[in-house]
């Protein structure tokens, strides 16, 4: 089972911000001071020139010898800037764009420095470290989650299709048959290792009821995957395209939206495919796609989770795509 799977109701919409920064790292190499690397984690599509990699890395037997560990340093090719600072015996080297703000670039190192401290300073400081470079390999996590960010999952639909269902059902938790109306928003932080991904991942479910759906267009800010959840009836299917019309196809026209046909296991509900045909009909791309879903049987926890996975890589390959553009 997922860690990190707290949900925190959230009654204040100004206490609701998410920062979303565009990635233009090329790399981050953590490595010892005689050069050889601990952690190298790459995050864009150039081939690695090993050749140039290795040459500089020769070069900073001079060049640490001049900072401080509180320093951060910079030199630069004609196509990287190159950052370093060094930790103890350890350096940590990241490789930007040229034009890469330098400011967001210090904080994020401070990030990975502090994170780097806080996992395994105690054991390069007491000299316990043996030289198994294997126990730094899940730190990759952590470079993601600071450098990519979490990855926002908001789920949306009128009051009663089963919004708040689903997200216990993503995360495992116990289902309540009794329907509750969520105030505003629950936020459910969710651990990424049973999606497959290293970033944390934050479901946002809103608030159905017609008092709170003024606040939807604020809240979806930021969202990398909307679940538009649907209780397979007519009524609310047709309800549910103004959703798309006057808020996802406005204001969210790139965001991924995937259709959720919730309570398949009623009668007389609609199906998927019908469903689909139906929000299909509005411009988008990738054009909606419909599943069906029966959020209060356990036995469905699989299919959500598989959807998110093939969401997550959608998403992922469309922003990696979108940074090398630039």
Known sequence: MAKDRDIINLNKTESIILNRVKNMIEYVNILTRDGKSLLFRNYGDTEIDRDLLA???????????????SDIRSTQTEDFKYYYTILNDIIIVVCTDLDEKEDQVYSKINMIKGKFIEKYGKLLEDGSWAGNRSIFADFQKELDNILLGQIKVSI??????????????????????????????????????ELDVHRKIVFWDFAGQSNFRSLWQSLLDGTDIALLVLDSTFENLNSSKEIIN?????????????????????PHRLTPEFCEKILSSTERHPPIKVYGMVAINPNYREKILGLLRDAIKQVEAKNKKSNNSK
């Open 246 to 266: 006057d808020i996802l196809d406005k204001y969210y026209k790139n965001t991924l939206v995937i259709g959720i046909a919730n309570k398949q296991d009623l």
């Open 55 to 69: 040459g500089f890395l020769s070069a900073f037997s001079g060049f640490i010898k001049e900072i401080s560990q």
């Open 156 to 193: 949306i639909g009128f009051g009663g299709v089963g919004k708040t269902t689903l997200l216990h059902l993503i995360c495992g938790k116990d289902i309540n048959l009794e329907y509750v109306p969520t105030i505003t928003a629950d936020i459910a932080s969710y651990d990424g290792e």
